[in-house]
């Protein structure tokens, strides 16, 4: 049998390229600030999904029981209507939590304006081009 000859490993004698040392990246959101903002995304979401679970065990206990006789489109309703609000506790946990060192209030109501304001701006920015920082007051 011929011997095959061994072959050349692709770009073997080429040094390999250096790249340059990348500059540490930049936490965009502070972490304290996205603890908060987990917290309340963790309850404002969580909640409504377990309710909503809830009602189909609560659906299942009453109906199997002979207690109530629910329909199904009933519970279908109402457990959607629970994963409905979690959805939207998602955006409430991001904008009512405070984006600021200090904490803000228990529910964050009047931190949803302000915050709102913020991402407009930050949106506008970007669309112009622009690096927003978003962190300053909402102009508009």
Do not use: C
Request: charged share 15%.
């Amino acid at each position: 049998m011929a011997r095959r000859p061994k072959p050349k490993s692709f770009g073997a004698d080429r040094p390999v390229p250096t790249t340059p040392a990348k500059a540490p990246r930049q936490q965009v959101i502070p972490e304290a600030v996205a603890n908060r903002m987990v917290r309340r995304i963790a309850i404002a979401t969580g909640t409504p999904t377990v309710l909503g679970m809830g009602v189909f065990v609560a659906s299942y206990l009453l109906v199997s029981r002979g207690v109530l006789d629910i329909p199904p489109g009933l519970t279908l309703v109402g457990s959607g209507a629970f994963f409905l609000l979690g959805l939207l506790g998602l955006s409430y946990g991001v904008l009512s939590a405070s984006w600021e060192d200090a904490p803000g209030t228990l529910l964050g109501l009047e931190q949803i304006g302000v915050n709102i304001g913020r991402v407009r701006t930050s949106v506008r920015a970007m669309r112009q081009g622009t690096s927003g920082s978003g962190s300053g007051s909402p102009q508009g």
